[in-house]
């Protein structure tokens, strides 16, 4: 295993678009998930089949020489949300096996952590319910009142 960011805060690993820089070079493969099996014959050349046992579909997908000594362009991860920061600084620190790996891996989050939501305000942002609209009165399935539930209800022994 290599970590991303050395000590200095240097990457250690680049990451690059190859997705667009091919896509210059070579025609997408036109139901590609429908094959199992890729014999590459020449960098533009290759055999597909849709399992073992079926006939083989030869293709050319290059439309030009990729050059030589060419790379694409980097690509910069954004970085963790600050909820996904907390946790691993609250949760996976104590497992990291020295200071400094966990320095590195799980360093303390540069804003303060998120306070918890008020309950009435976690009922409101899950409910679906539009704006405007009044719930049903909850019925108990106990007794038929209106007002609590089965759990809750007055009557239950």
Known sequence: ??????????????????????????????????????????PATIILKQHSQAAEETISIGMRPVPQGVLPESIYPKGLDLDRQWYLYDK?????????????????????????????????????????????????SSCKCKGHTKRTCPLKK
């Not at 805060?9 to 590609?32: C, M, N």
């Open 1 to 42: 295993a290599q970590l991303i960011r050395g000590a200095n805060g240097q990457t250690q690993v680049h990451y690059y678009d190859w997705s667009e820089f091919l896509k210059h070079y070579y025609r997408a493969i036109p139901s590609i998930t429908s094959y199992h099996i890729f014999i590459i014959k020449h």
């Open 92 to 140: 996976i620190r104590p497992f990291c096996s020295s200071t400094l790996s966990a320095d590195i891996t799980c360093p303390i989050p540069s804003q303060p952590k998120p306070s918890p939501m008020a309950p009435e305000h976690i009922a409101s942002s899950t409910s679906v319910m539009r704006a405007g609209t009044k719930r049903k009165p909850v019925t108990c």
